[in-house]
């Protein structure tokens, strides 16, 4: 049998039966990589390899079977053999019900280590073909999801524009002849107010629209849609904007990237629209336990009752709240008069990146064990 790239671990605290066994292996043409105690075992960089783990049930410290029952918490999923020269009924049954793949007792026939370890193998390489499906799976489910969502936002942003924004547009500008023709007076007046409310809202449709269309348009990259975002707010008379990245970009789900510029977006709004500031400063951090995203100024601030509560008939902030817990982030928004606002998002790693760290948390909790 040919090495196939595979690793069989074998933690044993006699030298003597981790020569015999690793030899064994390395004659089957087979990686070897031994071990005299679970937490070697576990302190070790290489056990990332797949392949199958021959354990023995006396260890120092983490025995055998509680190391099993860890890995078994995690969802590790590495084929385990035991090899022990003092088994007993009792500790068969439960290292088999744990999902062992087998239990051996020493000495053991060379032949029958042998073929259970290729059985282990096997059975590792089945799991990691059925979990890569799944992930290509998912990820193609993914991308169907998004393209659907993308043509139903095309969709609702060409209908928006071509029939109830253009209807209420045409609308408008009738309206206004009417009152144009109206002398002067308080009845003229209220409608001229009217008229320019109608007009915000025509704006406020077209920016709405826009959003629709373009987020369809950014690549998947929230850096680059955070830098265009305040590249069109920008003007001569605006805040200066400033984009800091920390870290490595790396891409999100498109979802989950989506919800973020949203939120994004509106903070960087609010500070340009707002804040009368003369600066503003959006900061995205990428590190691995954590996605941070800041929008902050040196504006006005704001009033801390209305960091508390909002304001009356304006769901900027609540949205952004939401929208937050929704994707499984939290939201902090620091203010006060006269001292500026900072809106800070933080995502889990595990999260923003669709990927948990699943070996860097049970590893370290694993070497805490005693």
């Not at 025995?63 to 999923?77: P, V, Y």
């Not at 009152?179 to 007046?189: I, M, S």
């Not at 970009?249 to 990237?257: D, H, K, V």
């Amino acid at each position: 049998m040919h090495n196939t790239g595979a690793a069989v671990y074998v933690v044993d605290d006699d030298p003597s039966v981790r020569e015999a066994v690793g030899g064994l292996i390395r004659s089957a043409g087979l990686r070897a990589e031994s071990f005299s105690s679970a937490q070697e075992f576990l302190a070790s960089a290489g056990v990332e390899v797949p392949g199958c783990l021959v354990l023995d049930i006396h260890l120092p410290g983490l025995s055998g079977l509680d190391l099993q029952q860890e890995l078994a918490k995690e969802d590790i999923q590495i084929p385990i053999i035991f090899l022990t020269g003092r088994g007993d009924i009792p500790m068969s049954v439960r290292a088999m019900k744990a999902g062992a793949l087998e239990f051996l007792t020493k000495p053991v026939d060379d032949e029958v280590l042998l073929n259970a370890i290729r059985m282990g193998i096997a059975h590792c390489q089945t799991l990691s073909q059925q979990r890569r499906g799944t992930l290509l799976s998912l990820a193609a489910i993914d991308e169907v999801r998004l393209e659907e969502r993308v043509n139903e936002r095309t969709r609702i942003a060409r209908e928006l524009h071509d029939t109830l924004l253009q209807s209420f547009q045409g609308a408008m500008l009738r309206f206004q002849v009417g009152v144009d023709r109206l002398p002067a007076g308080e009845t003229k007046d209220v409608l001229e107010k009217a008229l320019e409310t109608g007009d915000q809202a025509i704006v406020e449709g077209r920016e709405a629209i826009h959003d629709l269309r373009s987020l369809t348009m950014v690549a998947n990259d929230l850096v680059q849609a955070v830098r265009a975002l305040g590249d069109e707010l920008a003007s001569q008379d605006s805040p200066r904007f400033r984009l800091v990245v920390e870290g490595r970009a790396r891409n999100l789900p498109p979802i989950l990237r989506d919800e973020i510029y949203r939120i994004a977006r509106e903070a960087v709004r609010n500070a340009f629209r707002h804040a009368q500031a003369r600066r503003i400063e959006a900061e995205i951090t990428y590190s691995d336990k954590l996605l941070r995203l800041r929008i902050r100024d040196d504006g006005r601030g704001l009033d801390p009752g209305i960091v508390e509560e909002g304001v009356a008939g304006h769901y900027g902030l609540a949205g952004m709240l939401e929208r937050a817990t929704q994707i499984g982030g939290q939201l902090n928004v620091w203010s006060r008069s006269g001292t500026g606002t900072e809106v800070e998002l933080n995502i889990p790693g595990s999260i923003a990146y669709g990927t948990a760290p699943a070996r860097t948390r049970w590893w370290r909790r694993l070497q805490r064990v005693e």
